[in-house]
């Protein structure tokens, strides 16, 4: 064994291109693969902002996964049950317009009514505080996205653990682009994002210790994947369950708790109810622009959240696009860069 988390790979392994070695500075990188497009329309009712649906998918202004364009369009790459696909998203008069390539296309594109809020209910919001409803006013495009994908979620929000949004988003950028593959596109010549889809459970699994440790990624965060990604298939069953059942199946993975747990199944079941606690910034922020007290913690926050139960979430996300929120007064958490040592 090398290392504290993953066998030494092979030569065959690093040479033939299967934990991404081909893709290392100096190297000849990989063909982005070419396929036709798949294409479908979908008429929303209601409002619909792509910005606020989607922007929670979004891991950092340069997530190797997600590009918004200044056409206003939306571009995706996944890694789908059917395999590698890349998702065109844009609203032309009223109505979602969906480009996909690639072995996950169909899938891609019967899931995007739910990628985007088909089957959210925010008619089914209360407010209670004039702050939520002012801000419901203004963003009558919110909807809460369903990707149906666990592990897309899952891993990048246990690099979000204890440590700042910029080492977590380097940690997913650096890990992605070296031992992802380029997603899939319309034909050469086309100007499109460069994108690449994350890893596949094995080639997780197979990351060596100094590559987590090179991206800035401590021995408990990785081992955390490591343990999910041996019982990925098990995790992604859970996209059929109710979201309290399916956090209680990811919760048996060691390392991850109900912060983790919450912030996934927001994104893969569009959980209108899951808020997340744990987290050292959004009681603060719900305490202050409700009642105007920044030290909340999480149970004065889920007290003040308690009105809006089965749409506790929701509330949480129209508070944090107020844009209330307490002035700093603590230092920021210190950055941390093991990469380095």
Not at 106 to 123: K, N, S
Not at 267 to 283: E, I, K, N
Request: aromatic fraction near 6%; glycine fraction near 10%; charge should be positive.
């Amino acid at each position: 064994m090398a290392g504290r988390y993953a066998p030494r790979p092979t030569r065959t392994e690093v040479r033939g291109g299967r934990i991404g070695a081909d893709r290392a500075p100096g190297r000849v990188a990989v063909p982005r693969p070419v396929a036709p497009a798949r294409t479908r329309r979908w008429v929303p009712t209601g409002a619909l902002d792509l910005g606020l649906v989607l922007g929670p998918l979004r891991r950092g202004p340069a997530d190797p996964t997600f590009r918004a364009l200044p056409d206003g369009s939306v571009w995706r790459a996944c890694r789908t049950p059917a395999g590698p696909g890349t998702l065109r998203v844009a609203l032309r008069g009223g109505v979602a317009e969906g480009s996909a390539w690639g072995p996950g296309a169909a899938w891609l594109l019967d899931q995007l009514p739910a990628l985007l809020g088909a089957f959210d209910e925010p008619e089914l919001f209360e407010p209670r505080h004039r702050l939520v409803a002012e801000t419901r006013h203004r963003r009558p495009g919110l909807r809460l996205t369903r990707t149906g994908l666990v592990m897309e979620s899952l891993i990048p929000s246990i690099l979000e653990q204890k440590v700042t949004t910029d080492e977590a988003y380097r940690a997913w950028r650096q890990l992605v682009r070296r031992f992802g593959e380029p997603a899939p596109g319309p034909a050469d010549g086309e100007r499109v994002p460069a994108l690449y889809v994350m890893p596949a459970p094995r080639t997780w699994a197979l990351i060596p210790s100094w590559e987590w440790h090179r991206a800035g990624v401590d021995n408990k965060r990785a081992s955390t994947i490591l343990r999910a990604v041996r019982v990925a298939a098990r995790l992604e069953q859970g996209v059929d369950l109710e979201p309290l059942r399916a956090r209680d199946r990811l919760e048996l993975v060691p390392g991850v708790g109900p912060w983790t747990s919450a912030e996934v199944v927001q994104r893969s079941h569009g959980a209108a109810d899951c808020v997340t606690v744990g987290d050292l910034h959004l009681p603060g922020i719900v305490g202050y622009a409700l009642v105007g007290d920044r030290f909340a913690d999480d149970s004065v926050m889920l007290e003040l959240l308690e009105p809006y139960a089965g749409q506790r979430h929701r509330a949480a996300r129209l508070i944090l696009l107020s844009g209330r929120s307490p002035a700093r007064r603590m230092p920021k958490m210190p950055r941390g860069d093991i990469g380095r040592l």
